[in-house]
């Protein structure tokens, strides 16, 4: 069991959450707030996608990205920034007898440097990095990760100077995470994401998830979290695996059946929870030295 544990809040995602509630934090000054808001409640790290604030759909406009950092920086909060780099891999299909053309407004692949502009551009403390390709929940939706890409960005990842956090979807997406730090491509200690009850990656039992946890490379730091009502069971199954917390509307927008949630609400759900198990919460300096986080100017 790991008793000194750290909390990320994944603040919002790019799903079709907007609709279903309107806690999801669309604009930057939204996205930065409930950062903020989180942190305060006991984030150690916050995990950043951002919206398109007329649509509320997802996007990877580098300027959003400066705009969510640049508030939550200023606000002097101390908290461990955390950006996606999982947009620019979706690959949407035709229908079953028809696969091609692409649908193409849902369509969005972009090169290696397209998907980590903003991390170039922000140097954030993590960013992560989607390590295999799958087919995720229903339809014709595969979010595409090959061989050759991951390598690049690894590379360009390690030497930005930025952390990866490695997020683990499924077993082959373990087994290239490995080959990733034996080729020197991901420092040590390698920082994995174990991402469960997603469709059709990993189911989010026990045996899956301690297979994951006693598979992982020696000394090496993992989080682990599920979706929708497994997310608030899984902050006392990760530490008992060994590993640290995800929490967030990223992945469950409720606090309870039929009450959404906000991302301060979840993180100290998450803190109730942790500490009636005993465990020690780590702060964002505490995270730092452990992920030997390089400092930022």
Known sequence: MNHEVFITCALTGAGDTSGKSDLIPVTPEQIAESGIQAAKAGAAVIHIHVRDPQSGAPARDPELYRQVVDRV?????????????????????????????????????????????????????????????????????????????????????????????????????????????????????????????????????????????????????????????????????????GGNVRVGLEDNIYLSRGVLATNEQLVERAVTILEAMNCKILGPDEVRERLQLKPRT
Not at 101 to 112: F, G, I
Not at 128 to 149: H, K, R
Not at 210 to 239: D, K, T
């Open 73 to 241: 920086r200023e606000s002097g909060v101390n908290v461990v920034i955390n950006l996606t780099a999982g947009m620019g891999g979706d690959l949407v299909l035709g229908a079953p007898e028809k696969p091609l053309p692409l649908v193409q407004e849902q369509t969005d692949m972009a090169s290696a440097e397209e998907r980590l502009r903003h991390v170039e551009l922000i140097r954030p403390d993590i960013c992560s990095l989607d390590c295999g390709t799958m087919n995720f929940a229903e339809g014709d939706y595969i979010m595409v990760n090959t061989t050759s890409m991951l390598r690049d960005m690894a590379a360009r990842i390690r030497d930005l100077g930025v952390r990866p956090e490695l997020e683990v979807f499924d077993t082959g997406h373990l087994v290239f995470a490995k080959q990733l730090i034996k080729e020197g491509l991901v420092d040590e200690p390698a920082l994995f994401q174990l991402c469960m009850g997603i469709p059709y990656g990993a189911p989010d039992d026990p045996q899956t998830l301690l297979a994951f946890a006693n598979n992982l490379p020696e000394n090496s730091i993992f989080s682990a979290f599920s979706i929708g009502r497994m997310q608030l069971p899984y902050v006392a199954m990760a530490p008992l695996a």
